[in-house]
């Protein structure tokens, strides 16, 4: 069946630095790949998202990379700061059913990453 | 524009018995999506509901239902609670506007704890 891996579980870096979350997708029918943030008690959150047609995004200090061959995508976040701690979750998007022309659609989420940035 | 918004936000239930747990999306959103988040298994895809019509389903037993009502709103139900069963659900909605999967925005969810 659709699986999402994840990695690494948990992550801690020092402020400042960056952190780079990687995941990978089972299913190649998948076009849509979102990030998001899950703070402490709080909703998920949407940061960036990147669907097949693109190899990369960013968006201020945050950058998604994917590789539709080796089947990978991954999370950059650069010049961390406290307020970035947080779970993090990866995501990959496929047409229900395999109809790539469908709305459907069934997201499958990674296990998480907890991000920890280290004053 | 008004979030999502999922009621009740806190839910004690025991062994046995059924909950039912509500879910309004962001105005204009269509599609309703359902999750299960524990700590050791992630976030869950439960189903999803677009035009009062359920178009996937996870695997999850099928003590778990849910509904969509032409006003979008969602219910989801759980019969016969067992204590695996708490968890925070989730509901997300999207506008699902044709052709290419839409951002989900998340409701604050609802946690149930099963005594």
């Known amino acids: 069946g659709e699986n999402v891996e994840q990695h690494p579980s948990t992550l801690s870096v020092q402020e400042g630095d960056s952190a780079v979350i990687k995941c990978t997708y089972s299913?190649?029918?998948?076009?849509?790949f979102p990030w998001y943030k899950q703070e402490l008690g709080k909703r998920p959150q949407l940061i960036i998202d990147i669907r097949s047609n693109v190899g990369e995004k960013k968006d201020q200090r945050i950058a998604v990379t994917l590789n539709k061959t080796a089947k990978h995508f991954s999370l950059h976040i650069t010049e961390t700061q406290p307020e970035d701690s947080a779970v993090y979750f990866c995501?990959?998007?496929?047409?229900?059913?395999?109809?790539?022309?469908?709305?459907?659609?069934?997201?499958?989420f990674g296990s998480g990453t907890r991000l920890s940035i280290r004053p | 524009k008004a979030g999502v918004t999922q009621t009740p936000r806190y839910l004690i239930k025991t062994r046995g018995q059924q909950v039912t747990l509500s879910c309004s999306p962001i105005?204009?959103?269509?599609?309703v999506s359902w999750y299960q988040q524990t700590p050791g298994q992630g976030l869950q895809f439960l189903f999803e509901?677009?035009?009062?019509?359920?178009?996937n389903k996870g695997n999850f037993p099928g003590r778990f239902s849910g509904r969509q009502f032409s006003n979008s709103r969602s219910e989801m139900n759980v019969s016969t609670l067992e204590l695996g069963d708490s968890a925070l659900y989730l509901c997300?909605?999207?506008?699902?506007?044709?052709?290419?999967?839409?951002?989900?925005?998340f409701g604050p969810g609802t946690r149930l704890t099963v005594l």
């Open positions: 997300a909605s999207s506008r699902t506007s044709g052709g290419a999967p839409d951002t989900q925005y």
């Open positions: 299913d190649s029918a998948s076009n849509y």
């Open positions: 509901y677009f035009s009062e019509t359920q178009r």
């Open positions: 995501a990959a998007s496929h047409p229900a059913g395999g109809d790539i022309n469908s709305s459907a659609s069934k997201i499958i």
């Open positions: 105005s204009g959103h269509r599609s």
